[in-house]
């Protein structure tokens, strides 16, 4: 019983910030609220603030700015409209990109581990799967024992990503983009409240998939120990 009202917990630490955050930026990206769309600000805070080499493009995956390529990138089906969320993601994303201007340890940090994190996962998932075959065919359980151990701590590794990310999503949103758009006179004192909460509620998104992510642990690890 006690596992079970543990697991209920669980879930709803996971789904209900993802349901919130959905519900903030569905609720202020409905209105036209900006002169141009997210994107057209992106564009604007990016000449304005002199970030050379940084580009802004369209692409259909979701907003993020690729350190890699200097580039912030908006999808047009969320940011390119004239919306108090699309004004407010934009800036959170040309903050990305005053992070990298600036040479931010934590942002360089989380995308070396990004990429890490990419092989590591697929390590892990190949270690799962053979790691029952290679026990038998050896006789040697503790050999697949060995293993399941190893892809558990490698599953370990998306956790890590998202705990790093989310100090740098706090001071790309907080830190960066609000006072960008306060300074700027893009949105009026009286919706500094509703961007605060926009921010707020892109960064649980981050905290979400990190217990997601727990939560798969703890799942392996209980198959492990059966």
């Known amino acids: 019983m006690p ?14 910030p993802g349901l919130w955050a959905r519900h903030v930026l569905e609720r202020y990206g409905r ?6 769309t997210g994107i057209d600000l992106a564009g604007i805070l990016v000449r304005d603030l002199s970030l050379d080499g940084v580009r802004v493009e369209a692409t259909e995956l979701g907003d993020h700015y690729d350190p890699a390529e200097k580039v ?3 999808n047009p089906a969320s ?11 934009a800036a959170h994303e040309v903050g990305h990109a005053l992070q990298d201007q600036s040479g931010d340890g934590l942002l360089r940090f989380r ?3 990004v990429m890490f994190g990419i092989w590591a996962e697929r390590i892990g998932a190949a270690a799962i799967m053979v790691a029952p ?5 050896l006789q040697v359980p503790l050999i697949g024992r060995l293993l399941l151990v190893s892809a558990v701590l490698v599953l370990g590794i998306p956790v890590i990503v998202h705990l790093v990310t989310l100090p740098v999503e706090l001071d790309a949103s907080f830190n960066r983009a609000l006072p ?9 004192p009286e919706d500094e409240r509703a961007a605060r909460r926009i921010l707020t509620a892109c960064a649980l998104t981050y905290l979400a998939q990190a217990l997601a992510s727990m939560f798969n642990i703890l799942r392996w690890i209980r198959l492990f120990r059966r």
Not at 133 to 137: R, S, V
Not at 180 to 188: Q, S, V
């Open 79 to 89: 940011t390119g409209k004239r919306s108090l969320t699309a004004v407010v993601v």
């Open 111 to 113: 995308t070396r581990l």
């Open 133 to 137: 075959l290679l026990g038998a065919a």
């Open 3 to 16: 596992y079970v009202a543990g697991l209920l917990v669980l879930v709803a630490l996971i789904a209900l």
């Open 72 to 74: 912030v990138r908006l």
């Open 31 to 36: 209105d036209e609220y900006f002169s141009g």
């Open 180 to 188: 960008l758009l306060k300074a700027g006179r893009y949105i009026p």
